[in-house]
């Protein structure tokens, strides 16, 4: 069963760059026709798909973040890992990782969609 833990800051001043990590366990990250998303809620708002690195280690992005954002991975430790650039308040959130089998539903998110979810890492941008 494969198992998702995130990592991040905590808090992060506006303006700065927001790393978050996923360990992925019991599973590769390169295993055929997986891929990783990155997922976040914020305050009031509804699950919102912002990009994910596929099996090959070809990362897509939501249009509207394309220009602050980049999704990487480290195939030795078996995480991929999300940058924020110049991040504002609006990007306060809940932060998941989530995997697929094939390439996940980027519209209206439903945790059904992913087979595995991480626990969320709570992100605050403030000064």
């Known amino acids: 069963q494969v198992q998702l833990q995130e990592s991040g800051p905590g808090l992060v001043k506006p303006s700065q760059t927001l790393s978050v990590t996923c360990t992925v366990s019991g599973g590769s990250i390169t295993a055929t026709n997986y891929y990783w998303s990155w997922i976040r809620q914020a305050p009031m708002k509804g699950l919102e798909w912002v990009g994910y690195i596929g099996f090959r280690g070809t990362p897509y992005y939501r249009s509207s ?45 439903n945790r059904g969609d992913f087979i595995s979810w991480g626990q969320g890492t709570q992100v605050t941008v403030s000064s």
């Open 65 to 109: 973040l394309k220009s602050r954002i980049s999704i990487s991975r480290d195939t030795a430790k078996n995480q991929f890992t999300l940058q924020l650039r110049s991040v504002t308040p609006e990007d306060t959130a809940v932060y998941y990782c989530a995997g697929s089998v094939g390439t996940p539903n980027t519209g209206i998110i």
